[in-house]
């Protein structure tokens, strides 16, 4: 049994059931490891009371944002394995263990993935704490994007430093771009408001290489 602890960290806002859903299933998997859960938000009303009886951190955040939200939590782990989680993913059976099994063979795992004609890049991944510092900018996700792009930021980085490994989807990311869940009011407010915007800054960002050029959320 991999006996390293491992921070799956989840920003969620305005979905309190589906994100207790999401804890449900990442609990159920995860048997016998060691894990912790950390939930941040930007609004408390409706999640403090729903996950009073569940083994989770939950944070608030004074500032509304996903990525504000994962480095926070990124922040506040102890994990030598750090999960990208998301309150729109379902975590099935065997979804640790191919994730230990990939990082037989990297630093940089791939959960969920997305192609169209650019080619294939991970929406959701695992890094070693170490890898995080050495190649990501000490952040869990570059706070140069609003919400859009972050993957491929990510997923470029990763290939670059030759740690990229994709592993089985066995997690299912449950998103309108899939027809796999509806335009609500947070996916309107993230991936369609700054699609544009954040495909400019991604574009000047491969120009430049992909710099460090923002303040490390961790450096130990």
Known sequence: MDERLASIIIPSKGRPY????CVD????TTAGYQIEIIIVVDDLEGYADLLKDYPVKLIHQDEPGAIR???KGLKESQGEIVVMGADDLVFNPGWYEAMLAGFERGRF?????????????ATHYAMTRD???EHNGGVLICPAYHHQYIDFEASARAMKAGEYIPVSPIIEHRHPAYGTAVWDQTYEQGCKKWAEA?????DRRVEAGY???FEAVITA
């Open 18 to 21: 589906q994100l207790r859903d």
């Open 25 to 28: 299933g990442i609990l159920a």
């Open 69 to 71: 939200g994962w480095n």
């Open 109 to 121: 795992v791939g959960l969920t993935y997305f192609t169209d004609q650019r080619g294939t890049w």
């Open 131 to 133: 890898y995080l510092i």
């Open 198 to 202: 954040d495909g400019i800054i991604h």
């Open 211 to 213: 710099p460090d050029d």
